[in-house]
């Protein structure tokens, strides 16, 4: 069966720190997707990456940057000089080829960043 | 940012009574889902539609049913609400199946007292 587990719960950091959201996953299917989302306290869902499971490449996308390890079952996402506005939950999802598009959620991790 | 329109965007009502919950796309997406956010758990997928009139049942189904009879929209419905179904749900399309990314409507907040 399929699992996501965003271990923390609420991360409180101040600005132009760096910081990790961690999210581990479990799935016996061998073809599978990686995702984050992150939802600012507007309340919407923000797509913010996609990883497949035969690309373990790392991604760098301006201050933010994923860390993907299937020896480990992870998919970490690093914000380098945290800013106000990166104050959100922030949401792993992980789906399987066989299940087709069906999004499997992390319960989120809270993060707030203070000025 | 991906057409999606959900209405109501807020509702109260009481125990028992029905509710829908409507989910409008201009993208002409093939996959439209239902969500439901709760502290704790994330989104849970309630019910999901890959096609018009072909609907299956996600991980929290009980107590939902869904209809699509157009592409462009996903009828929620709660037949008897119930106090329990106290929550923010989401509508989600997606063009293709596995690897592509579920794009999301703004919610609706629902109450039920």
């Known amino acids: 069966a399929q699992k996501v587990t965003q271990a923390q719960t609420e991360i409180s950091v101040v600005e132009k720190e760096d910081v990790t959201l961690d999210c581990v996953y479990e799935?016996?299917?061998?073809?599978?997707?990686l995702f984050w989302y992150k939802q600012p306290p507007s309340g919407e869902l923000v797509f913010l990456i996609r990883r497949n499971s035969f690309d373990e490449q790392n991604e760098i996308s301006g201050r933010y940057s994923w860390n993907f390890q299937k020896s480990t079952s992870s998919f970490n996402f690093t914000i380098t000089a945290s800013q106000v506005v990166d104050s959100a939950v922030y949401f792993c999802a992980l789906s399987e080829r066989e299940y087709g598009n069906k999004l499997v959620f992390g319960a989120g991790t809270i993060l707030r960043v203070k000025s | 940012d991906a057409g999606i329109t959900q209405s109501p965007r807020h509702k109260v009502t009481e125990t028992g009574t029905p509710v829908t919950l409507r989910c409008h796309q201009t993208e002409n997406h093939r996959y439209m889902y239902w969500y439901r956010q709760d502290p704790g758990h994330g989104l849970r997928l309630i019910h999901y539609s890959y096609g018009v009139k072909d609907t299956d049942k996600g991980e929290v189904s009980d107590g939902y049913s869904v209809s699509r009879s157009k592409t462009e929209d996903f009828l929620l419905t709660l037949e008897s609400a119930t106090s329990s179904q106290t929550s923010v749900y989401f509508c989600?399309?997606?063009?293709?199946?596995?690897?592509?990314?579920?794009?999301f409507g703004d919610g609706t907040r629902l109450s039920i007292l």
């Open positions: 799935t016996r299917d061998t073809t599978y997707y």
């Open positions: 989600a399309i997606s063009d293709r199946r596995g690897n592509q990314p579920q794009h």
